[in-house]
């Protein structure tokens, strides 16, 4: 991140669900020149398809149905700065096509427009399918493929970085307990090793999780074991509600 943040490459960030692809591409975006210009963001899988060209390139009044004005795209709005494309796998056929020519010349047209506008965007695409695998099925198209590809940034699973854990929780826990005005110096060595020894699934995501509900559990000044909603190593997460709860 550090080597690459400098430069305008684009980057194709990879990593299981919950790894913080979007946090790569922030800290390349605030450690860059460009931290003062616009970081866009967009998840390219929840947008329906219609819609996207017109979120992503913008279109002119009359385009289409309840167009009643221009409007540039987030290409036009990141310009200067960043724009992430996270799950980049989702992106339709159709539009890969329109990328790639965003990327090959530095310039979007809106839909319904006939003149390109000239943009300086740097592009950090993100996903977690194996996109080489997409291509073999005809679903990802190999020349905007090596064109995202310039730099790849592969995330292991937390899982794989044991020792990231107890930095990270001590992080979630100072946040927490800021977010929920708790009075909380830290965690225990037997609820820390238990963090250790889970597999993880769901990643950093899931890690944050189960610290906020540990936070909210947790009645002593430090976080214990019996606060996790963790099983065990080999159990999937999950809360713990054999307490005589009354619900109505």
């Not at 913008?58 to 149905?65: I, Q, R, Y």
């Not at 799950?87 to 990327?103: C, N, T």
């Not at 194996?130 to 005809?138: S, T, V």
Request: hydrophobic share 40%; with cysteine; net charge negative.
């Amino acid at each position: 991140i550090e080597k690459v943040a400098g430069y305008s490459t684009t980057v194709l960030v990879t990593g299981e669900s919950g790894t913080g692809k979007e946090l790569v591409a922030r800290a390349l975006h605030y450690n860059s020149e460009r931290s003062t210009a616009p970081f866009v963001a967009l998840n390219c899988g929840a947008i329906p398809a219609p819609l996207l060209e017109s979120e992503l390139f913008g279109h002119v009044k009359g385009a289409f149905t309840d167009a009643h004005k221009s409007k540039g795209g987030l290409f036009e709005e990141a310009n200067g700065g960043t724009i992430f494309l996270d799950e980049i796998g989702e992106l339709p056929l159709e539009l890969q096509v329109k990328l790639l020519r965003v990327l090959q010349e530095g310039e979007v047209r809106r839909v319904g427009d006939t003149k390109p506008v000239k943009i300086e965007t740097r592009v950090v695409a993100a996903t977690v399918k194996d996109l080489k695998a997409e291509i073999e099925e005809g679903r990802f198209r190999e020349d905007l493929y090596y064109r995202l590809n310039v730099m790849e940034i592969a995330l292991p699973p937390l899982r794989d970085r044991p020792s990231d854990i107890e930095l990270l929780a001590k992080h979630f826990i100072e946040k927490y307990a800021e977010k929920f005005t708790k009075a909380m110096e830290g965690i225990t060595k037997e609820a820390l090793a238990a963090l250790k020894e889970y597999s993880w699934p769901g990643n950093i995501r899931e890690l944050e999780n189960a610290i906020e509900r540990a936070m909210i559990l947790e009645e002593s000044s430090e976080l214990s074991l019996s606060s996790l909603p963790l099983r065990s190593a080999s159990e999937t997460s999950v809360m713990d509600l054999s307490t005589g709860l009354s619900i109505k």
